[in-house]
């Protein structure tokens, strides 16, 4: 994974400047991310606090759920489009890890918990925040030593 970002990262050097989905989701992830952060670092300065669960009217949670599903219909646009293979299952990945984190926070109960999911959003969104502006560059090719064919299921 580590050496497909590092291709997928110098490919970006010389991405196209214009708007497209992959940069509309880089930009929701950026926002996603400091949210996160800000909440890790919240509940890490209080690891053995006992939290009520997350309700499911709380915007981050809203704004998860929307990622994943844009995460999800990038995936699908690049398929249809005969797009990179590599960049399908890396968005389709994104929408699944985003998905099972709201499931977790929902449950989770202890301020180290809360801290060590927000964290792990931290790390998916700065991901998504370099790979998705790839997804509007034409010119994009799969990443050498990926996988012919996507490892995880299809979301249809």
Same mark, same amino acid.
């Given at each position: 994974?580590r050496?497909?970002?590092?291709?997928l990262?110098?490919?970006?050097?010389?991405?196209?400047?214009f708007?497209?989905p992959g940069?509309?989701?880089a930009?929701t992830?950026?926002?996603?991310?400091?949210?996160?952060?800000?909440?890790?670092?919240?509940?890490?300065?209080?690891? %053995?606090? !006992?939290?009520?669960?997350?309700?499911q009217?709380?915007p981050f949670? &809203?704004?998860? +759920?929307?990622?994943a599903? *844009?995460?999800?219909m990038l995936?699908h646009r690049?398929?249809?489009?005969?797009?990179?293979?590599d960049?399908?299952?890396?968005?389709? %990945?994104? !929408?699944?890890?985003?998905q099972?984190?709201?499931?977790?926070?929902? &449950?989770?109960? +202890?301020?180290?918990?809360? *801290?060590?999911?927000?964290r792990?959003?931290?790390?998916?969104?700065?991901?998504a925040?370099e790979?998705?502006?790839?997804?509007?560059?034409?010119?994009?090719?799969?990443a050498?030593g990926v996988?012919?064919?996507c490892?995880v299921?299809?979301?249809?």
């Amino acid at each position: 994974m580590r050496n497909l970002l590092v291709a997928l990262t110098a490919v970006s050097m010389t991405a196209p400047a214009f708007a497209g989905p992959g940069s509309e989701l880089a930009e929701t992830a950026g926002r996603l991310r400091s949210e996160a952060e800000s909440r890790a670092e919240t509940y890490t300065a209080m690891p %053995g606090a !006992s939290i009520p669960p997350i309700g499911q009217d709380d915007p981050f949670l &809203t704004d998860v +759920s929307e990622f994943a599903t *844009a995460s999800a219909m990038l995936s699908h646009r690049i398929e249809a489009s005969g797009g990179p293979q590599d960049l399908r299952c890396i968005f389709r %990945g994104m !929408s699944g890890d985003a998905q099972d984190r709201i499931a977790d926070l929902e &449950t989770s109960h +202890s301020g180290a918990e809360l *801290a060590r999911i927000y964290r792990d959003y931290v790390y998916l969104f700065a991901q998504a925040e370099e790979i998705a502006p790839l997804a509007d560059d034409p010119d994009v090719e799969e990443a050498d030593g990926v996988p012919p064919s996507c490892p995880v299921e299809s979301l249809d």
